[in-house]
């Protein structure tokens, strides 16, 4: 699906044409879609009706207060890996009852603000954090709610960088160990235990892998139960991939389907934390063509944005197509687009065949994910703006840094 319609000659999102949202806010410039993210929201929801089940959105794929306020105001849960995204759950307003925290280095600091904050369960991933979490709840006289993330060692399948679940992971306890750091668990007294956690990895096509990986869980769950530990909620963790090019992407029903057959008869409630398939393509970056630059043995298409604004690409060699905002009736000549980071790496897309002229806008597709989440500041480039389009209004939600921002917080020496 994407969030942007061809009508009339020019590409829209909602009722907004972006050549306008290009005038209007500058470019490189964010847009998201309410209705789409609503609308993938929904898709979940109505994947899970009749289960006891929560949707715990990955703040990290995207943590603009405005989307994550978006997904408070549909009843989301939130995915939390810092102290930093849980400030800006509760900022958004989220409800803290409603947050799990994942992450291998949780600070002792922000697991005390997480204890006051009052979240619904820590997901513990080594003996150390465990016991570091006992001593900080103790302190502050209360009781951690905890689940350990187990390691499933379920090949999901997808790019090695995003792979989370298999035994060379840094992510998790190994499923081996679950039993005994359960038990060391209980025998804390400042530790609640509540539930199971596991995530396998990202932009998962096949639905087979989460299913196994539920499988293995509740052996565990089960196994657990039988010492008289007993589990109040299992988490999926997320993944669902989205379709970038020609990727079969199932529909949130369809992939979850064989994790829900795994799961059905239970009594636990399911927790799940997609972030890619809930904002992926719900946003594009829009950026214009500066420069056409016709080198030796290919065409560069010089934009506005860059690696800095988009990582994916040069991180990832990841794909994401590339459309004019106006389509010209012109032949097409296969372009390098890229941007003005001095880095060879830096490129949005390699050998795209595109009829361009210099001052084009170009929109970068299903970029709501891991795309402003990432940026940087590299080349003292100021933050892309963002807004969001809801019906045919748009909202700024991001105002675009400026050059001052971002060394405001250096200083010379005397
Ligand atoms: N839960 C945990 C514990 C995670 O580590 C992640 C993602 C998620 C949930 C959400 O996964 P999703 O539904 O978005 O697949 N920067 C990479 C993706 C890194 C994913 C990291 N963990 C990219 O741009 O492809």
Redesign the pocket.
């Known amino acids: 699906m994407s969030v942007a319609e061809l009508r009339n000659g020019a590409l829209h999102v909602e009722g907004v044409k972006l050549a306008d949202i290009a005038v209007q806010h500058g470019t490189p410039c964010y847009v998201y879609s309410r209705a789409a993210l609503g609308a993938a929201f929904e898709a979940y929801r109505a994947a899970l009706a009749g289960c006891d089940a929560t949707v715990c959105f990955?703040v990290?794929?995207n943590s603009n207060l405005a989307v994550l306020n978006v997904f408070a105001r549909l009843g989301a849960g939130f995915?939390i890996?810092s102290g930093g995204e849980l400030a800006r759950v509760l900022a958004a307003g989220g409800d803290a009852a409603k947050v799990v925290f994942?992450g291998v280095g949780k600070t002792r600091d922000e697991m005390r603000a997480a204890l006051d904050a009052g979240i619904f369960c820590f997901?513990v991933e080594s003996a150390s954090e465990l016991e570091r979490l006992n001593a900080v709840a103790g302190e502050c006289g209360k009781r951690a709610p905890i689940a350990f993330?187990v390691n499933p060692n379920v090949d999901p399948k997808t790019?090695p960088?995003?792979s989370?679940g298999l035994k060379t992971s840094k992510?998790g306890i190994p499923y081996d160990d679950a039993l005994a750091l359960y038990r060391q668990a209980r025998a804390l007294p400042h530790l609640d235990i509540r539930g199971i956690a596991c995530?396998i990895g990202?932009?998962?096509l096949d639905p087979a892998p989460a299913a196994e990986a539920a499988e293995k869980v509740l052996a565990l769950v089960d196994a657990l139960a039988a010492e008289g530990i007993a589990l109040a909620h299992i988490d999926l963790?997320?993944?669902?991939g989205i379709r970038y090019s020609d990727e079969n992407v199932l529909p949130a029903a369809d992939y979850l389907a064989p994790m829900l057959k795994v799961l059905a008869g239970r009594r636990e409630r399911l927790l799940l934390?997609?972030?890619?398939?809930l904002v992926g393509n719900a946003g594009l970056l829009l950026t214009r063509v500066e420069f056409l630059k016709h080198g030796e043995e290919k065409n560069f298409a010089v934009v506005d944005a860059a690696m800095n604004d988009l990582a994916?690409p040069a991180l990832?060699d990841?794909w994401h197509d590339i459309v004019p905002v106006v389509p010209r009736a012109a032949v097409a000549t296969a372009y390098e687009i890229v941007g003005p980071v001095c880095e060879s790496g830096d490129f949005l897309g390699r050998g795209r065949q595109l009829a361009l002229q210099e001052g084009d806008l170009l929109a970068v597709m299903s970029a709501g994910?891991?795309g402003m989440a990432?940026s940087s500041n590299y080349n003292t480039r100021p933050r892309a703006a963002e807004v969001m389009v809801d019906a045919d209004r748009v909202h700024v939600v991001g105002r675009r840094e400026t050059v001052p921002e971002i060394f405001a917080r250096e200083s010379i020496l005397p």
Do not use: C
Request: proline content about 3%; aromatic content about 12%.
């Open positions: 990955a990290k794929s995915d890996v994942s997901n993330r790019h960088y995003i989370t992510f995530h990202s932009q998962l963790g997320g993944g669902m934390e997609p972030g890619r398939s994916r990832y990841a994910a891991y990432m």
